[in-house]
């Protein structure tokens, strides 16, 4: 799932050209969630049905439609909504045993991503003359996001993350 936010939410264009594809990442991100809710329970079955429609939805990324500033806050946003679920599952997945120090964190992170996230998208669509403002917007959402998928593999190795799951 880690590898696949990579993917999806950081762009390295060539001309027009995401090398990094997003739909490639949101099939990971899918593939990843689907073995969550299967391993570690129902928890994540919200965030996988809403990752299948970004992935979709990515497809129209491919093809340029999420120039349209409509359509691409609609995609940022649906992102945003998988990840908010996703750390909202790790959560409470992390308080049912006693983890206040994942908790918090992906707590800390999704509070911080979805505005910097939202803002991003709409000071870069809406005031592209304020290049400072949606620069610096843009430079905290990219280094929260890392802290997103650093605390994502580092979360992978909690034994109530994994199979068997512990004995409660």
């Known amino acids: 799932m880690a590898i696949g936010l990579i993917l999806a939410l950081f762009a390295l264009r060539i001309g027009v050209f995401d090398v990094l594809v997003d739909f490639a990442g949101w099939a990971l991100v899918v593939s990843g969630l689907s073995r969550m809710e299967s391993v570690v329970g129902p928890a994540f079955t919200q965030a996988r049905r809403l990752a299948v429609v970004v992935c979709v939805f990515s497809l129209g990324d491919l093809f340029g439609f999420t120039a349209n500033p409509v359509i691409g806050l609609l995609y940022r946003s649906l992102s945003l909504a998988v990840i908010w679920l996703v750390a909202g599952a790790l959560i409470d997945r992390a308080r049912d045993f006693g983890d206040a120090y994942v908790a918090s964190t992906f707590h ?56 068997p799951p512990p004995a409660a």
């Open 108 to 163: 800390l992170i999704r509070g911080t991503l979805l505005p910097f996230g939202l803002l991003g998208g709409l000071s870069a669509f809406f005031l592209p003359q304020y290049v400072a403002v949606w620069l610096v917007v843009g430079i905290i959402y990219i280094i929260v996001a890392v802290c997103l998928i650093v605390e994502l593999h580092r979360a992978q190795r909690q034994p109530y993350l994994n199979w």
